[in-house]
């Protein structure tokens, strides 16, 4: 079946500092990719997605790329702020499962000042 | 755009009684509503899909009995938990779909914490 891995947190960064968040997929057909941000005590929010192979989803300094060779979607930010403490999901839909997500287990990042 | 509304934030209840969880779409017609189920520190687990004025498909080991789903219009989904115990305790969330964006994007509902006693 399809799923989605994502490496394993908590993740933590100074400020300014590089982040990469892995996810990697399983999927029959063409999938959708998302990056959900779910900041604490909050919703899920949508931060970007891509909808077909080499596709770059950005947003907020975000940005994944939507790799089919390698089946992932790691998401990327040049300079991270300590607003950007949040757990972050990877995501996967399949248009003829009617929208259905499959999430990641969702990876925590920290950002100390 | 795309805000979805969930009521209440939190709820406490007693075993055995039952509660339910409302779930909005402000500013657009959600043709197809999610509920998730959220623990602490893990992902979130589908519990059923529901299309306005038809049944809700429920996931594999999701009592359709227990979790009651109703989408009796474009804008409002509601998922009663019948019979709380304190295993049901947990963080709900519901999301939304026009139906009509690329990918089927899903706006998600800011979460109900329910507490069973």
């Known amino acids: 079946g399809n799923s989605v891995t994502q490496m394993e947190g908590p993740v933590t960064l100074s400020e300014e500092a590089f982040l990469t968040i892995n996810c990697t997929y399983t999927?029959?057909?063409?999938?959708?990719l998302f990056w959900y941000v779910q900041y604490p005590g909050e919703g899920l929010q949508l931060l970007l997605k891509?909808?077909?192979?080499?596709d770059k989803g950005s947003n907020k300094g975000f940005e994944a790329t939507y790799r089919k060779e390698t089946t992932s979607f790691h998401l990327e930010k040049g300079s991270v702020q300590v607003s950007d403490s949040a757990v972050y999901f990877c995501a996967l839909s399949e248009g003829n499962q009617g929208g259905k997500l499959i999430f990641g287990q969702g990876t925590e990042l920290s950002v100390k000042p | 755009g795309a805000v979805v509304s969930q009521h209440p934030s939190r709820v406490i209840c007693k075993s055995g009684t039952s509660v339910k969880i409302e779930c909005r779409s402000l500013?657009?017609?959600?043709?197809?509503m999610f509920w998730y189920r959220q623990f602490p520190k893990k992902s979130l687990m589908l519990m059923a899909t529901s299309n306005e004025g038809s049944k809700a498909t429920y996931e594999q080991g999701v009592e359709k009995d227990k979790f009651l789903i109703n989408h009796a219009s474009l804008t409002l989904s509601t998922l009663t938990v019948t019979s709380a115990h304190p295993e049901d305790s947990s963080f709900y969330i519901c999301?939304?779909?026009?139906?009509?964006?690329?990918?089927?994007?899903?706006?998600f509902g800011p979460g109900t914490r329910l507490t069973v006693l």
């Open positions: 999301s939304a779909s026009s139906g009509h964006e690329v990918a089927d994007t899903q706006y």
């Open positions: 999927a029959t057909g063409y999938p959708s």
């Open positions: 500013d657009f017609q959600a043709t197809t």
């Open positions: 891509a909808t077909k192979a080499d």
